[in-house]
């Protein structure tokens, strides 16, 4: 039996995904002992208004699109699956069940790391799961920086937002320097963002 796989799962709704997660990704799996990232795309809330949040399958779709040729990325639906509304812990309890030879790290911003302990069953994760933090302009020191399960990754510093990105599309910007080219032509055909 060898040793198990190393996974670092990057949480968010990617709406859409952009050019920053892209690189976020591409560094934690080259620069870190991740042996793979997997994109875990967040299915809409039902208990939160989101009218400008695409379909759960066309964000995956624009995940799958973005990945194409990257062998270290992959991308997951396993939250469409599970109730709502979805807490990191029950996904990863999930994924364990399911890929019992995986290895799971969580992926996050400086900025999420210091609202961890606002997590629900944060010590959970913490004690079962190695945490890979990128840094975020707006980030402040915080009391986990120096906990051995916490991996701070000199990551480059990504000021792209997908907001910033949907206003642009609707007010007719020119965003494809911010987008995979095969994520913007699925935009632009399916005439996402424009309204």
Same mark, same amino acid.
């Given at each position: 039996? *060898?040793?198990?796989?190393?996974?670092?799962?990057?949480?968010? %709704?990617?709406? @859409?995904?952009?050019? *920053?997660?892209?690189?976020?990704?591409?560094?934690?799996?080259? !620069?870190?002992?991740? /042996?793979?990232?997997?994109?875990?795309?967040?299915?809409?809330? @039902?208990?939160?208004?989101?009218?400008?949040?695409? +379909?759960? !399958?066309?964000? $995956?779709?624009?995940? /799958?699109?973005?990945?194409?040729?990257?062998?270290?990325?992959?991308?997951?639906?396993?939250?469409?699956?599970?109730?709502? @509304?979805?807490? %990191?812990?029950?996904?990863?309890?999930? $994924?364990?069940?399911?890929? @019992? +030879?995986?290895?799971?790290? =969580?992926?996050? *911003?400086? /900025?999420?790391?210091?609202?961890?302990?606002?997590?629900?069953?944060?010590?959970?994760? =913490?004690?079962?799961?190695?945490?890979?933090?990128?840094?975020?302009?707006? %980030?402040?020191?915080?009391? =986990? +920086?120096? +906990? #051995?399960?916490?991996?701070?990754?000199?990551?480059?510093?990504?000021?792209?937002?997908?907001?910033?990105?949907?206003?642009?599309?609707? /007010?007719?910007?020119?965003?494809?320097?911010?987008?995979?080219?095969?994520?913007? #032509? !699925?935009?632009?055909?399916?005439?996402? !963002?424009?309204?």
């Amino acid at each position: 039996m *060898g040793s198990k796989k190393k996974i670092g799962l990057y949480f968010g %709704t990617f709406n @859409p995904i952009h050019i *920053g997660h892209l690189i976020i990704a591409n560094h934690m799996a080259n !620069y870190t002992n991740l /042996d793979e990232v997997w994109f875990i795309v967040s299915p809409h809330n @039902p208990f939160k208004n989101k009218k400008n949040l695409l +379909d759960d !399958y066309a964000r $995956l779709e624009m995940v /799958d699109r973005a990945i194409k040729g990257f062998d270290k990325l992959r991308v997951s639906n396993i939250e469409f699956s599970l109730s709502q @509304p979805s807490y %990191t812990v029950n996904t990863l309890v999930s $994924l364990c069940e399911k890929y @019992p +030879d995986h290895n799971f790290s =969580l992926i996050m *911003g400086g /900025d999420n790391l210091n609202t961890f302990h606002k997590w629900k069953n944060h010590e959970h994760i =913490l004690a079962n799961h190695q945490l890979y933090v990128y840094p975020r302009l707006a %980030t402040m020191p915080g009391s =986990l +920086d120096n +906990d #051995e399960r916490v991996n701070l990754v000199g990551a480059p510093i990504i000021q792209i937002s997908s907001s910033f990105i949907r206003n642009a599309i609707r /007010d007719k910007m020119d965003v494809r320097p911010m987008l995979p080219a095969n994520v913007w #032509e !699925y935009i632009d055909e399916m005439n996402y !963002y424009s309204k």
